[in-house]
């Protein structure tokens, strides 16, 4: 069973950086694609970033020159550099893996504030 442990939340002011990781537990799977979403009060899921196992990458336009995504495939772990955060960058952030045969696996989520 695949379980995803997200870290590196928490409070930051506006202008501020944080880092967050994933890293997946209990399988020694590759997976094809390791990405970013976020969910803010009110608002629907939405992709931040995705890193493919070939290192290709894609970033929501919000975000793209202030966060980074990478990967460590031999730890199966998935980083997301965030830096000059914005308050509205506020939201919950997930983990999510996907495996070669298209199956996801989500992480429980981790709470980003940022305050002006």
């Known amino acids: 069973q695949v379980q995803l442990v997200e870290s590196g939340g928490g409070l930051v002011q506006a202008g501020g950086s944080l880092r967050l990781s994933c890293a997946a537990s209990g399988s020694a799977f590759r997976f094809r694609s390791m990405g970013w979403y976020r969910q803010a009060p009110g608002k629907q899921r939405e992709l931040v970033a995705v890193?493919?196992?070939?290192?290709?990458?894609n970033y929501a336009d919000s975000v793209t020159g202030r966060f980074t995504i990478s990967r460590d495939n031999a730890k199966n772990t998935v980083s997301l550099e965030m830096s000059s955060l914005k308050p509205e960058d506020s939201a919950v952030y997930y983990c999510?893996?996907?495996?070669?045969?298209?199956?996801?696996?989500w992480g429980q989520g981790t709470q980003v504030t940022v305050s002006s």
């Open positions: 890193i493919t196992s070939g290192g290709g990458t």
């Open positions: 999510k893996f996907r495996d070669f045969y298209g199956n996801d696996f």
